[in-house]
């Protein structure tokens, strides 16, 4: 299975991105799919992750601001961005694991947030 990141960009602090990430199979009852971040000189952290059967954890630097959903139909993640802040910027991975908890990473799209 691939996972294909879309959707970073450019944007002025306070502004909106949304990422997709598709995957190349079903993602019906997957265990989770998430995404992570890492900007330069900081380790990787969890941003957002939603598990089978719907429920959804979040970094709370980013509680109140991102929303993670996913559509099963087109096997598809998303990860909404609003009020993004300067600190947001990185490089967000995208990440899931199926029904055999094997692990998948789409590669990294640029987010980056100017002040």
């Known amino acids: 299975v691939q996972l294909q990141a879309s959707g970073g960009g450019l944007v002025q602090a306070g502004g909106s991105l949304r990422l997709s990430c598709a995957a190349s199979?079903?993602?019906?009852?997957?265990?989770?799919m998430g995404w992570y971040r890492q900007a330069p000189g900081n380790q990787r952290e969890l941003v957002a992750r939603?598990?089978?059967?719907?429920?959804?954890n979040y970094a709370e630097s980013v509680k109140g601001r991102f929303t993670i959903s996913r559509d099963i139909a087109k096997k598809t993640v998303y990860l909404q961005m609003n009020s993004l802040k300067p600190e947001d910027t990185a490089v967000y991975h995208c990440?899931?694991?199926?029904?055999?908890?094997?692990?998948?990473w789409g590669q990294g799209t640029q987010v980056t947030v100017s002040s």
């Open positions: 990440t899931g694991r199926d029904s055999w908890r094997r692990e998948y």
């Open positions: 199979d079903s993602i019906f009852n997957w265990t989770d």
């Open positions: 939603v598990i089978r059967g719907g429920r959804t």
